[in-house]
């Protein structure tokens, strides 16, 4: 059994957020810490009117209520396909699989060659469910809020589906990683804001 004091940690000292003097390492430091939130990763699809297929990749997704059932993602005002995802009449939060990182990196930039060869069923509205994933939630669109650079898309959930039994693919650390890695990301990122590990 290991004493208290070994397992004592250096707590952090807490930072005020002055993006005016030094603005890209402020920025840096302030990525730095929010990266230390673990989340899963998602493909936000939906179908505009005239039948295009819209895919981003989402980390900012999560749930917000039960009753009723809302779940939000929140999206850069930079997508090209962002005012095309505000007027979608659906749209549907993918959820990605250990193995699906090319997925996740294909859909993480602007390309035309999104959907090459991706498999997709069509759901509400036309938005494409990827046939293969951990989980999906199929939504109407519920509120819309100024989130800065990023608009917080409420959706409410009509139809869902989930194989919780499959690996989830993580994003921790500005990083995809699986839920079994032991490599100590924690002391990567305290080291390069200079916390005590
Ligand atoms: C791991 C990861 C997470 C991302 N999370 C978001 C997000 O939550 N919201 C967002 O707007 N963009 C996010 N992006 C960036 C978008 O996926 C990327 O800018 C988008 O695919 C470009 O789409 P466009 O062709 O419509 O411009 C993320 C990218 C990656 C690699």
Known sequence: M???????????????????????????????????????????????????????TANSF???????????????????????FLRAP????????LEQRELCHRFGRASPEKWSGVRCTEGLHGAPLLEERLAVFECTPYAQYDGGDHVIVLGRVARF?????LEPLVYYGGALRSLAERHRVGEDLAFMCGWGG
Do not use: M, Q
Request: net charge negative.
């Open 2 to 56: 290991k004493s208290t004091a070994e397992h004592a940690v250096a707590v952090a000292p807490l930072e005020e957020v002055v993006l005016a003097e030094d603005a890209a390492e402020a920025r840096r430091r302030l990525c730095v810490a929010l990266a230390t939130f673990a989340t899963g990763v998602t493909i936000v699809t939906a179908r505009t009117h005239d039948g295009t297929k819209l895919g981003v």
């Open 90 to 97: 659906a749209f549907a939060v993918n959820v990605l699989r």
């Open 62 to 84: 999560n749930s917000v209520s039960l009753s009723p059932p809302l779940i939000l993602v929140s999206l850069a005002r930079t997508l090209f396909s962002f005012e095309e």
């Open 161 to 165: 589906a989930a194989n919780p039994n």
